[in-house]
Each structure stands twice: as structure tokens, then as C-alpha cells.
């Protein structure tokens, strides 16, 4: 059984016991978290397609961690003119632990 849900602007397929990483989720370490955006739920050969969501479906998971990605480093410069310019990001995430698709 798996399913396809939506979270932080994006879309990920999830079973139960996967871990997901996704975009920072509001709570802390062993707070439940449910995905009630689910596009698209299968199990065997019955598969639910939602228009645009599965009706009274939803993922329930645990976030199991809090963290940040590797440093991205953008370099913008004007050639000839002395112009450089270096930023580095790190983008938040959450590690979510799936536990049941209902």
C-alpha cells in the first residue's frame, strides 16, 4: 500500500516505514503529523486517484528529526566592473518517519 501526498509545495510517494525528508514541519521531535493532502492512494490493485484529493484519506507520521541540508554557495559577479557577490544557504528540513496510511 502506498500513496502520493503533498507537503511544502511538493509531491512525494510514501508507504508505511518510509522516512520522508520534506520541507521544516511546525512541532517538535516525536510530535504525530498528519498529511491530510493525499493525491493518490493504492493498495494491491484498487488505486484511488483524487480530484484533486483522496476524500476522508490521510498519512499520519512522526517527525523524528529537525535539521539543515548541506550549504548551497551562489556567486554572483560583473565582469570588469569589481563586482562579486557570495551568499550561502542551507535549507531547513524535517525527517518524518511514516506510520500508517488511513
Keep these: 500500500m502506498y ?57 499520519i507520521g512522526r517527525i523524528k528529526g529537525q535539521g539543515q541540508g548541506k550549504k548551497i554557495l551562489v556567486f554572483k559577479y560583473k565582469r570588469r566592473k569589481n563586482i562579486r557577490k557570495l551568499r550561502g544557504h542551507r535549507q531547513a528540513f524535517s525527517l518524518v518517519h511514516i506510520e500508517s496510511i488511513e
Design 3 to 59: 500513496a502520493v501526498i503533498k507537503t511544502g509545495g511538493k509531491q512525494y510517494k510514501v508507504a508505511a516505514g518510509d522516512e520522508l525528508r520534506c520541507e521544516k514541519l511546525p512541532g517538535a521531535v516525536g510530535d504525530a503529523v498528519v498529511f491530510e493532502d493525499v493525491l493518490l492512494r493504492a493498495d494491491g490493485d484498487s488505486v484511488v486517484v483524487g480530484q484533486p484529493v483522496v476524500e476522508n484519506a490521510k498519512v
